[in-house]
């Protein structure tokens, strides 16, 4: 691992609109108010982070291939992805990098549907429920988990 | 509500080959002759269509994001997406839009895995099995709920 | 198939009901409103429509049986038999008659034992969840097939 | 709420063994030193901390249900019985507070009947997979989720 | 069965809270006054009750061992352990004495776990969803069974 | 609600056969024995009682909807339509009346398929397995709840 | 049972169309032929038969009820029923009598939800797949089994 | 076919034991006695018929191959094959010949793994429950067969 | 029973290779050696064995049915066919005799299509997962039920 | 392994009232008369037993964790706990000890709820269906075990 | 592995009716002159062939069993023993050998207990659906295994 | 077809990565590899090839679309989307053309949610396990297939 952990946070399908729809579910605050604040929070612990969302599968994937030449880690909220992706798992697995699977409502007391997680299995761990705040739990799991 | 209500439409993947490819079961009817034919019975009824048909879930998952800022309704054939798209649902429940489904073939007589849908149980109601009329029965059903 | 076609209009058990009972689900429409609307619709694109309407499975089953010497297609919204009843899937696929099956509410976002349906599997095509509009939805439908 | 919140920290069964048993699985970190790790973050943080390990599930209730007269918070590793036990379940919905549901191991990536939790579907939120960080992350999730 | 009959009444997890949690779905009233109510209807009927709660699966099974020595029927409560308690059930069955369930709320209207029952197999009877008057029409059956 | 509360009796089909045939399953008592006895114990508190036997499910329909102009309350044993009547069911929620379920045996110590209710997720409460006493206690049960 | 053996011979939904419709899967034969074939099959064995059809569950329950202070056997295509009917089980059960049940077609190689037959696990036998036939071997099974 | 109809009677594994064990399941005719029963029954109606028993799956299907070249009709009794063996049924099919399928008890109101048959989807028609007479009435629904 | 227990000891499918293949599962010890092992335990016991292992089921069974003249008991080890033979379930019940299941490996423990056995709910007993100890115990097993 | 093999011996819920009830599933035989056997039979074999037999799933692990410190391997009969605790096995597997597994009444043989084991899949092997001769039998198996 | 690989190609139960029968699923080809084709393309490649096919699963073992002394693959097709046969899977398993699994009709398309294979699991890989094709390329597939 | 069969050879998601990533499962060999070895034995058998990789799923399907024009068939190894896509099922069943199904790995040996294929069911055949190998299998199987 490089001096300086670099991370790669990588947002799933629809989390563009965070903050700006369905609040009662997702929270108030915006996409990039999580980045900022994730930005901060690396910055205070000497790490560096990357940030990118899409709505497309596949770009999830080129990035992830991508990653795997500069990255020590990934922090991932695979939104509805999470439930029905065998490609975008592949590609986590195959980039060889330790994940860390994020959700901001409490998958678990949602639709049964959003119980089975393709990603949870090859997963660090899973942190679920907290609203922005499960970004910046995530980001001092993935880092503590770097250091070990 | 805007005076002139406004219409997207959506066809998912694949159907860009209406009436080019197994029309015993979808039918003679291009894609282009449905919108000719949509076009003109929103006309008739005062209301504005626009058109977008894509293979890439992505695609179509920003297409309804981007749709927030104008459309009053959402008309959408998932296609194969119907079966297995979380995302596009969570898309479309975001949008905060009312939303048709529509079916050119009946799905309830064909495959076990096309019983289920993750649409359904968000849409306002579903159409399925009339060939290119389900559209023409979607824009009327949808124009109708908008007026209450 | 006679000149004027001929279209028997069936609803199922409770749906006498219509209008006066739970109007949040099923809307403030009585059934009587209904069947001068469709008689009416019916009349414009030259059809001649009758209504039945019975509580007893036997009931529905004798009447599509007595409806075969005349009818060109029917209209069915069989109630909670939908999701029961294999006779009356028997009698509307032994009447050798185009059928189009309509629910007021959109069965597919209520309790799982709707989501199955005896019905949908022999039908024409399905529209559910447009309150009395599927009605009118669907004798357009049934009426267009007819015409092909 | 208090001032100063004050959390209940429960340990489930088999959790006194951690550190002494199966290292590979749990981490070599002893209960003992993660109590002293979580009580100093609880103190950086202004709040104050029990702590609670039993192998009966009896005792847990009754335990849960004593500090509904102080406690603010629960945050709970409720080992085994995550994946049986209703009562459980009971007793942490009757007591009304807020809980957070922690595990050391990634219990996603384990036996299938890890994969079922009763204590999920309650929870403010999960937190799986990071050894003894599991108890640091998760204390600071629920702090945070108090102070909102 | 000696002259007066003697009913051992069982209270299971959680239920020591009635009346002061959640009485949205489990009433207002609380143990110790549906213990006077049912001892009083007993004594109307020429019959002598015990009680005994506890949150311990193990205690439970004590006592309904300890009552085989003096008691003519039980009418138990069993809580969240209803759903999951093998044991439970094979101490009931053991004693060789009558058992009625009961159940404030209609557990047959909660969750779907909720709905599989390993008591209801083995009892004489069971009563679900009245609140406290459950109990009272419980003695009553278990009574009546007792008298035939 | 009325003075004197006004309960339907509902008795679905082959219960007319009551203390005729299979008394070891069904109990001796006759089903005039069973309504003479709730007759007299209605009058004792008050209240008035009618009674309707069919073994046809759409009778039953029609009763059910005809007993809403007059009737406080049903109390229901659905014979061996509990375990398949869809509309059955709408037909008691249609009424808004509140519902007590009744059966002799115990459901639930019978064949799997007796274990699923459809009227039970709509009632007030259920009682099972008390023979013809299971009547005497759904009534009380029933005018207890009309009363709060 | 009396010298000669009296055997009602019970006709469900939608078999009063034998003959006319779907002769690919029912075969030619009308039901009146069939019932004078089965007739005189009695006659030659000693046998007398009556015959009741109806698309009325009801109906079927009540003859039923009433043959039992009559007939020594019943055999019955319950049609459509077969596959839902609890109460048709219940009745038949309840009469004491052997039942043979016959199919014209073979329900075991037609739709899935045909495989599931409530009748055979309380009848004597089952023949399915012969045609009208079926019915002459049936008569034969039930008298047969009426010697012994 | 040729003008004397010939038969294959095939006894599955374990019939040997017919009438020897068992009796108040399987009845106490030997094998030997039905071959007798069913041989004159054949004779009467100017069919011929071979006999084969073996407990060898292989045994069965090399002599269904060599029946080919000479029968007309196979009356198939599997045993317990019936619910396991893929390859019988192959070789069935195979044959080309119609084939029908007795059981001496109704396995229908047995376990539930022999409630699934790989036969009865290939078979013309299936006879269950009625003893020996099971393979008298399976010889006359066979030669029925051929006759058309 | 005779004075001298006779046991027949059954080795299923693929046994002859024990000891000689995959020893990390099912031990190094031959079946050679295995039922050197079980005679002496038997002479000890005063009690004679006789050995038979085939891979053809129909062998097995013509051995089972052949045993019911001169055993009395027998102690199985049914393979592969635990999991898949009704046939076997069927002679071993058809026989009479007391059977004891054993298996060298512990099946609980291995791939999911082994949990099911068609031969454990006919036996007396089951022992599992001692290696060739398992027969040892099943021989004490066998001789300890025949004594009683 | 210490020279002398010492075995804790466990007994889970209900297992007090072995010989008192239902000796027709459990045999007559006291769980003391079961201990002295079991103490006789492994002094004759040069080991140690201990005994312990509790109604509470907490003081099992209790005391399992306890013997750690002391056991060479445990003889476990969790009696219901066998199908419903994972708490049981967590502590069986972090004990490091081997484990036997054995039941008096055949599970494979009783209601289905009893065929899935929570422990078979981590022990040494499993015993079942014997009486009191199971635990002779695990006691021998383990200390075979031991020995190799 | 000796220089000149020797496979051992094995065709299951009815696979020597090839080419004569149902030749619309399974192609013209007899399965002698699809060993012809296997016999000279193994020559090209310097391998050389033995053949075997037998009705009965235990000759197929027992072949098996007796290849392990000369062959160095396996090439089989297993028939209707593909859905149903453990001991197979148990005898490849044990034979240490590579196998390569070949279907000429693609399984995948067919009658959904074709889906299961006990086979593919243990199998290097599996070639599905290309008539007497797949022998061909299942050798070249085998042999290249074998080279690496 | 064109006399030079031309093939499109579709490789999808993360299989770009193929030789560079988790060798021990998908071997060594790139896809940069696969494709010259491919091209080569095309042209030895007169063939022509194109290739096209992509990460995403609608990239796929837009080719699949443009190849109807040009191709004679398809080779493609869907990665992932083999067990999670309708859409490219629909795309291939749409384009009319010969599919051949690849896989590096035997995917009926991993993870259970790979036995399922969306895309067998529609495919001429399916080759799995043989790495690299695989497609040139596929492609001899396709162009085999193209020659009939």
Redesign the interface.
Known sequence: MSETPRILVIH???L??LGT??PEIYGATTLEEINTEVTSAAKEQGAEVEFFQ??????L??RI?EAVSWADGLLINP?????????????L????LPVVEVHCS?V??REE??QR??I???????????GP??YW?GL??LL??LER
């Open positions: 799933g399908p629809n563009n609109l729809r369905e899409s709505n497309h599968e596949g770009a994937i080129d291939q939104g509805g992805l999470t439930h029905t992706s065998v490609t975008l798992r592949d590609a697995l195959a980039s060889g409490n678990f007391s549907f959003r997680s393709y949870s299995g090859i997963a660090v761990g899973v942190i679920s429920g907290f705040t499960s739990l001092h799991a503590d988990h």
